[in-house]
């Protein structure tokens, strides 16, 4: 039995999907994390449990040929990257095998995956941070939040984010140490400056400013403003969120804008996306192209014209919006009033007469319409982590749709669901995993799942 402190020699021999290195010791898995299969390492153990162990590397004896140079200061540190020790081939090896491991041990389908396609980018590919502010040993810094906690690590320039995203936030904490506006203090709930919350739009060069307060107003926003149109590569807009909740969530209720539109204009898919801070928009756009166009091949769009397409969890319309054009109707279900208003704004934007939108829960949606008589063609869904509910993949079923399209954040969640399906009837006959998080440990998926 394990003990904690003992240091072991282990040989990684495989990752699991947080991307932790797993070896074993006289059968019990020991989980060490930024390691890599074919690693040989010294390890600490530092957790005990009854049937596994967690450990830290004390010497790495023999590196595994899968490694590469850490290039991040903060890497072991931040949390947002679980892979930067890997090179990207097999990062996207292990992705792939996450995702069809899943579909095997979950949903127990064995379906041939098509070959992941990974990201045109690696690094800089993020059109979205969040840093929380904070006081760090006496100066106002900005950064990420240390793994499972909320204490913060400054970082000034993540590899993630576009690089002046690294200038917006070094200004922001010297103009509030400079005015002397406190940061924000979770302990006690005073301070003003809660988060900084940037977004960039990479088609119109254009970029979101939103600081998260905790108050009312933002002194000197103007002559802050002024200073961030200088470092941004285009237009800029700034805005306000007011938060005095003392909970997690980030944005409050509304938006106040101090200079520009409050929102900005990005292309996915073929179509204009007006963004506003609350705005579902894919963080990797290039990528989401991959992914967009992946979906409309499982569509059938290129081999017949859907009467009726319908989009649940259908966010600010992005996917039902970039398939119009190859349907007779696309109609999209989404439970954030806010987001369907965007929706509804971005096909007008478009000019897109075939699409029209409904604020629903997805499961009472497809409830609804099933009710109405509604028989889609072709049903998307995109849907969060926690992926489908079951009573609207039946309702789903009993539309009948020829083809359901399945867009997945969590593999997992889409291994059940398809059970759920094959156990209704419908199979999952194509699948594709496609990285739109290089270097962290997610990756999305499509299946296209039809009746048998």
Known sequence: ??????????????????????????????????????????????????????????????????????????????????????????????????????????????????????????????????????????????????PRSHRLIPVEDCKLQPLYFADICREVCAFAEEKKI??????????????????WAETTRQTLVCLV????TLPYAQELARRLEALCPGEMTLCFSVNTRRDNVILGDNIQVVTGSGRIVDKLGGVELSLSPFSFYQVNRNAAELLYGVAREYAGLAETTPKLILDLYCGAGAIGLSMASGA?????????????????ANAARNGIRNAEFMCADAADAAAHLQKQGLRPDVVVVDPPRKGVAESALKDIVAMNPKRIVYVSCNSATLARDCRILADCGYQAVRGRAVDLFPRTAHVESVALITKL
């Open 1 to 146: 039995m394990l003990k904690k402190n003992q240091i072991v020699r282990l040989a990684i021999t495989d990752l699991t999907h947080e991307g932790s290195g797993v070896g074993h010791i006289d059968g019990q898995a020991v989980f060490v994390p930024r390691t890599a299969p074919g690693d040989q390492a010294d390890v600490k153990i530092v957790q005990v449990r009854n049937s596994y162990a967690y450990g830290i590397v004390e010497q790495l004896v023999t590196p595994s040929s899968d490694r590469v140079e850490n290039d991040c200061p903060v890497f072991s540190r931040c949390g947002g990257c679980a892979l930067r020790h890997l090179s990207y081939e097999a990062e996207l090896a292990a992705k792939e095998e996450w995702v069809k491991s899943n579909m095997r041990r979950i949903g127990k389908i064995d379906l041939e995956w098509e070959p992941i396609l990974p990201s045109p980018q690696m690094d800089r590919y993020r059109n979205k941070a969040q840093y929380p502010i904070r006081m760090v040993n006496g100066r106002v810094q900005a950064g990420f939040f240390a």
């Open 182 to 199: 406190p940061p924000y203090d979770e302990e006690t709930g005073s301070g003003l400056l809660r988060h900084l919350f940037l977004r």
């Open 213 to 216: 307060l905790n108050g009312n």
């Open 328 to 344: 007779e109707k696309v109609i999209g279900v989404e439970s954030v009033a806010a987001a369907v208003k965007d929706a509804k």
